[in-house]
């Protein structure tokens, strides 16, 4: 069962980068757009054309290829290596969390915060703990369980 590649065409990666700067900021994506299933886009920024990357991905039977960058819903959110790919380029829909808060999130809760609607990005100090969607009153935790802290 070979993977089915579908690399992300220019108009639809300038759409994409549209909404990213919109949302947060974003103004460049130096990478191979590759649209993955559960609505999973994937970057790939090696050497290799599009053609090569299909060849090998045949013959080598590969699953995934590329870092997963963000998933596209309602909202573009960002996932945890995309929001550490591009922490550099984030300046917009950032919100910073305090100890408790942090803590919070990384179990799956929800946090009650005010910030602005849409999708945000949570920050602690320099780092990045993904994406939620925020109501105006309440952060929705969308942190994948694997990345979440385990109870012990």
Not at 25 to 52: C, H, P, Q, V, W
Not at 86 to 115: C, P, R, T, Y
Request: charged share 35%; with cysteine.
């Amino acid at each position: 069962d070979k993977m089915n590649l579908k690399f992300v065409k220019s108009g639809e990666k300038k759409r994409l980068l549209a909404e990213l700067n919109k949302s947060f900021g974003i103004s460049k994506i130096d990478y191979i757009l590759i649209a993955g299933g559960k609505k999973k886009i994937r970057g790939f920024s090696g050497n290799m054309t599009r053609e090569e990357i299909k060849e090998f991905t045949n013959l080598a039977n590969v699953e995934i290829i590329g870092s997963y960058f963000f998933k596209k819903d309602r909202f573009l959110r960002l996932s945890f290596d995309g929001s550490h790919i591009f922490k550099n380029q984030l300046k917009i829909g950032i919100v910073n969390l305090n100890e408790k808060n942090l803590e919070n999130w990384m179990n799956g809760k929800d946090l009650i915060l005010k910030s602005e609607k849409g999708v945000v990005i949570l920050k602690k100090g320099d780092d990045f703990f993904g994406c939620g969607i925020s109501d105006g009153e309440k952060i929705f935790n969308y942190v994948p369980r694997e990345r979440r802290i385990r109870k012990s």
